[in-house]
């Protein structure tokens, strides 16, 4: 069965299709709020998710194979991804910027991180880090959009994130809104 997985992608690899063509299996029965959620062929784990980069050299490859040319090299470990298909050992990522391509599945670690995103008219202000899952609490630390954290825990409204920053010694533990954060969808609980 193997060799007719393979020569199914190198026939459509030969026609410019993508080898990972035919859709991932539809869950069987998704959870409320995962509508369009699939499962993943190879892994049996659910389309989409996320996850992040495990080495600071990662080559984001146009298809899902080392003969495929690099599109682009990411050079931030800890990064998160999202992947959007499978295909045997690769994965099909895409970054918060939208970048898409294929990598393989050892350059990818199951730890959980978002990066800060900016928002509408606060573009460029700094978004606070809270000492409690409440904005009237104390601020922990202000944090640029593009800073990247280890994410502990979400609720659905609120993320537990833990933030390596440069001038302190050590990390910076606190908690921030959901929703400025890519790397965690919005109603996810992450435990």
């Known amino acids: 069965m193997l060799h007719l997985r393979v020569l199914a992608a190198l026939l459509l ?8 063509a035919a859709p991932p299996t539809p869950a069987a029965n998704p959870a409320p709020g995962e509508i369009g959620v699939t499962i993943g062929p190879a892994t049996k784990l659910p389309l989409p998710r996320y996850v992040s980069l495990k080495t600071d050299r990662v080559n984001l490859r146009e298809g899902p194979s080392k003969d495929h040319r690099t599109l682009w090299v990411f050079q931030r470990a800890g990064l998160p991804v999202e992947i959007i298909a ?3 050992t690769w994965r099909r990522i895409r970054d918060s910027e939208g970048t898409e391509g294929w990598v393989l599945h050892s350059l990818l670690s199951g730890r959980r991180t978002a990066v800060v995103l900016s928002r509408g008219a606060d573009k460029g202000a700094p978004v606070p ?5 409440d904005a009237t ?3 922990v630390a202000q ?3 593009g800073v990247i954290g280890s994410v502990k ?3 659905k409204t609120w993320c537990r994130l833990v933030v390596a920053l440069p001038q ?3 990390d910076v533990d606190g908690y921030m809104r959901q929703d400025r954060l890519w790397g965690v969808y919005p109603d996810e609980k992450v435990e």
């Open 143 to 145: 944090l640029q959009a």
């Open 86 to 88: 499978e295909f045997e």
């Open 129 to 133: 880090l809270y000492d409690r899952a």
């Open 137 to 139: 609490s104390g601020v």
């Open 153 to 155: 825990t979400c609720d």
């Open 13 to 20: 690899s030969a026609i410019g299709m993508p080898a990972a």
């Open 168 to 170: 302190k010694r050590g």
